[in-house]
């Protein structure tokens, strides 16, 4: 195991709860989010179904259930069915969709793929997202690092990604109400891990801005004019050894080292995202919505930390 690993190894405890019947209710995850266009046109929603086919095809041995309207078990003959079925949707009807690694909807998973699509008339007022959720164990090999790459490169290019991001993150159940104090508590304690348990509230948000950086900040051709060109972003990340750009159909891959960092607050915000976010911070959304919202379980992230969270890698580090 690499020392990037036990050092996460080191920290699960404390970055994962269950309930007293042993339920899985919070865990560290690996995912990746990304936001595209025209997610209602046959060819972007066939696009789509592929990332869903050859996710099952390389996990499905993990993969126990899908949600769409409600939990299911899956087998390989009602995932083909909904992959013809949402395909066959109109322009103007809304799918969500969910495989799943998690017995029920009431527990975090290991492994999952879920997307939602935007509706034509909505037109360029609304993004579509897909993610994925993977062990945070696959960084401690380098065979599962390739892995990895590869799933956020592939993405990317299959549904031409305007802007995305990928990195640590809290995983919490479907039904993930009430454990948002738990995600809002550990962002607080860790600056790398994302706050993603509601990748569907950006999507009317998202359209000329990003969300941020993490440790993979990908950038469709838009953003990357936006900042000078791929020349420009080279060069002005070229003195930063442990930062590096991969090309993908439709943009760029930034990843700020090696591996991802937690990004404990009493260790500060890792430098290579530190990096990374001056360069691309002209693009992040300048006013964002709450990142949850209003929960009677206890404290979450309303306007003011929310603030404080998009800004974590502008310099100082506060507590919120």
């Not at 949707?89 to 527990?107: D, F, M, R, V």
């Not at 034509?120 to 090999?141: C, F, M, N, R």
């Not at 080292?257 to 691309?280: M, R, T």
């Amino acid at each position: 195991m690499s020392k990037i690993g036990k050092n996460l190894e080191n920290r699960v405890e404390e970055l994962s709860f269950e309930l007293s019947d042993g339920t899985p209710v919070v865990k560290l995850g690996l995912i990746a989010t990304l936001y595209f266009k025209n997610g209602y046109t046959t060819e972007v929603k066939t696009s789509v179904m592929d990332c869903f086919r050859a996710f099952y095809e390389e996990f499905g041995a993990h993969l126990k259930g899908q949600i769409k309207d409600k939990y299911t078990k899956l087998t390989q003959q009602n995932l083909e069915k909904n992959v013809e079925k949402t395909i066959r949707t109109g322009p103007n009807e809304q799918y969500e969709w969910q495989l799943t690694s998690a017995a029920s909807i009431y527990e975090a998973e290991e492994y999952g793929i879920s997307t939602m699509n935007s509706r034509e008339l909505h037109g360029d007022h609304a993004q579509s997202y897909i993610k994925i959720v993977l062990p945070w164990q696959l960084i401690t090999t380098e065979e599962g690092l390739s892995r990895y790459n590869y799933w956020i490169n592939f993405l990317s290019s299959k549904v031409n990604a305007e802007h995305g991001y990928g990195g640590l993150s809290t995983i919490l159940p479907y039904d993930f109400d009430s454990y948002l104090p738990m995600e809002f508590e550990l962002a607080q304690r860790y600056l790398g891990l994302d706050v993603d348990s509601m990748p569907h509230s950006l999507t009317i948000h998202l359209i000329d801005f990003i969300k941020g950086v993490n440790w993979q900040t990908v950038l469709g051709e838009t953003f990357v004019q936006k900042l000078g060109g791929e020349d420009v972003l080279r060069q002005e990340l070229e003195g930063h050894g442990d930062i590096s750009i991969e090309r993908y159909g439709h943009g760029l891959i930034i990843r700020a080292g090696h591996y991802p960092q937690l990004g404990a607050i009493e260790d500060g915000a890792p430098s290579s995202y530190l990096a990374v976010n001056k360069i691309v911070k002209s693009l992040r959304i300048p006013a964002p919505s709450q990142l949850h919202n209003y929960s009677p379980h206890g404290n979450c992230f309303e306007k003011d930390s929310t603030a404080h969270w998009y800004a974590r890698f502008d310099g100082e580090v506060k507590n919120y």
